[in-house]
Nanobody, 120 residues
Framework: QVQLVESGGGLVQPGGSLRLSCAASGGIFSINDMGWYRQAPGKQRELVATITSGGSTDYADSVKGRFTISRDNAKNAVYLQMNSLKPDDTAVYYC??????????????WGQGTQVTVSS
């Protein structure tokens, strides 16, 4: 079973930066799209950024120009560099990966979430 482990969340002041990391493991043959989503209290989970295996990216309008998604295919890892953070960015951030396993199945995988709090 594919597992995703996230790290890098924390408390940061407005205007600060954080870098989130997510590594996938467990019977992986290949990973197609990877991405980051977030869920603030009382709100639905929303897309933050995605990246294809070829490196094409897509961002939510609210983070364009401030966040950068990247991946390391050799490590089955995805990263989110977050700059110029705002209080509205406060949320639990989830890593997502659409993986094909060595058993031939396709899995839509989620990490456990990492808290990002932007506050002075």
């Amino acid at each position: 079973q594919v597992q995703l482990v996230e790290s890098g969340g924390g408390l940061v002041q407005p205007g600060g930066s954080l870098r989130l990391s997510c590594a996938a493991s467990g019977g992986i043959f290949s990973i197609n799209d990877m991405g980051w989503y977030r869920q603030a209290p009382g709100k639905q989970r929303e897309l933050v950024a995605t990246i294809t295996s070829g490196g094409s990216t897509d961002y939510a309008d609210s983070v364009k120009g401030r966040f950068t998604i990247s991946r390391d295919n050799a490590k089955n890892a995805v990263y989110l560099q977050m700059n110029s953070l705002k209080p509205d960015d406060t949320a639990v951030y989830y890593c997502n990966a659409k993986a094909r396993t060595i058993a031939g199945t396709h899995e839509d995988c989620w990490g456990q979430g990492t808290q990002v709090t932007v506050s002075s």
